[in-house]
């Protein structure tokens, strides 16, 4: 079926190192979006992406949509101890007999060591 | 402006026991989504409501689950009767706009026992 994968699933990273997550889709996505969850929190809205090739900044972080609008990046330059948490993407995909919904990545944990 | 309300904050049952979980999503918001997220399947859609309408009910695991909506400012989850396996946090999130950014609650972590 059609799905929203995020690689990797984990990822471990000293304090002022960089990190990137990727979120492939299997089918073209009108938009994007990124979204942030602390530990113990909810997912909290980042950023969406709407064109081809379109790059986002917030600070440290940068936001990338693919050309062909069926993966997406985010990179944090210098991580900092703030940045913990599961990073979703999520997008809205087709489903069978028409319409779509707004389906979530499986999701990168990020943790940052002092 | 306040955001998603959900209650309760925590709940711990015994199984066979009914469980209700409420939301009262943002004023204006016209799309009102149920989500469940466990460490094994991740966040998962259960149902969502376009004007108080059920819209997609595909996700709900089966006939223990219903929602309900009976006005713009209301909706609840029900899981009767209640199964160890049904221990998660249970999210509700609104929107203005369908497959627009979503706002989410603080959540109902549940426990069955």
């Known amino acids: 079926g059609q799905q929203v994968m995020q690689i990797p699933q984990y990822q471990h990273v000293q304090e002022g190192e960089d990190f990137t997550t990727y979120c492939n889709s299997s089918?073209?996505?009108?938009?994007i979006q990124w979204y942030k969850q602390r530990p113990g929190g909810h997912p909290v809205f980042l950023i969406q992406l709407v064109k081809s090739g379109e790059v986002k900044k917030q600070k440290r972080l940068t936001f990338q949509f693919g050309e062909a609008k069926k993966n997406s990046s985010l990179h944090i330059t210098a991580t900092q101890t703030t940045d913990v948490g599961t990073y979703f993407c999520?997008?809205?995909?087709?489903?069978?007999?028409?319409?779509?919904?707004?389906?979530f990545g499986t999701g990168t944990q990020l943790k940052v060591e002092l | 402006d306040a955001g998603v309300i959900q209650s309760p904050r925590h709940e711990v049952t015994e199984m066979g026991q009914e469980v209700t979980l409420r939301c009262k999503p943002i004023?204006?918001?016209?799309?009102l989504f149920w989500y469940r997220q466990t460490m094994m399947r991740g966040l998962e859609l259960l149902i969502y409501?376009?004007?108080?309408?059920?819209?997609?009910d595909s996700g709900m695991p089966e006939d223990r689950f219903s929602a309900k909506m009976p006005n713009a400012s209301f909706s609840t989850l029900k899981i009767q009767p209640s199964e160890p396996r049904d221990s998660a946090v249970y999210f509700c999130a609104s929107t203005d706009s369908f497959n627009q950014p979503q706002h989410f609650g603080d959540g109902t972590r549940l426990s069955i026992l």
């Open positions: 409501f376009n004007n108080n309408v059920p819209i997609d």
């Open positions: 004023s204006g918001h016209d799309y």
């Open positions: 089918t073209t996505l009108s938009n």
């Open positions: 999520a997008g809205p995909l087709i489903l069978t007999g028409g319409g779509n919904k707004l389906t």
